[in-house]
């Protein structure tokens, strides 16, 4: 029998503990507001060395920028549209395509900023 109490532990990319469940890292992400843990992560290389490091993919990190927000929380109907645009499906609860009603009051403001905005 092997005493692996003495034994330094060490982690390595198969020891982490969301390698091979991304729903485990995706709700630690989410909770902790970290970004999403790549290829080069679970590969062992620490973050800092990656090229971009601390921005977070796209569409994922539009996803979890709009996860972070609310239509509560905007002031504004750009910022709504933003938000919108950025995955947050429920700003436009009625889907009548205008949403955060309680900044954005008609469809001809929302296109017009998603057209200034490219969404």
């Known amino acids: 029998m092997t005493d692996h109490r003495s034994t330094p532990t060490q982690t390595h990319g198969s020891d982490l503990p969301w390698r091979g469940r991304p729903a485990l890292a995706l709700?630690?992400?989410?909770?902790l507001g970290a970004p999403w843990p790549t290829t080069a992560w679970a590969a062992g290389d620490p973050p800092g060395a990656q090229s971009g490091a601390g921005q977070i993919p796209s569409p994922l990190g539009e996803l979890l920028l709009a996860q972070r927000r609310t239509c509560k929380s905007v002031s504004s109907c750009e910022e709504a549209v933003r938000l919108w645009c950025g995955g947050y499906s429920r700003a436009d609860g009625d889907n009548d395509g205008i949403?955060?009603?309680?900044?954005?009051?008609?469809?001809?403001?929302?296109?017009?900023?998603?057209?200034?905005?490219?969404?």
Do not use: T
């Not at 709700?27 to 909770?31: F, K, P, S």
């Not at 949403?99 to 969404?119: L, T």
């Open 27 to 31: 709700a630690v992400c989410l909770l």
């Open 99 to 119: 949403p955060c009603e309680n900044v954005c009051h008609s469809k001809r403001e929302v296109d017009a900023i998603r057209a200034q905005i490219g969404c």
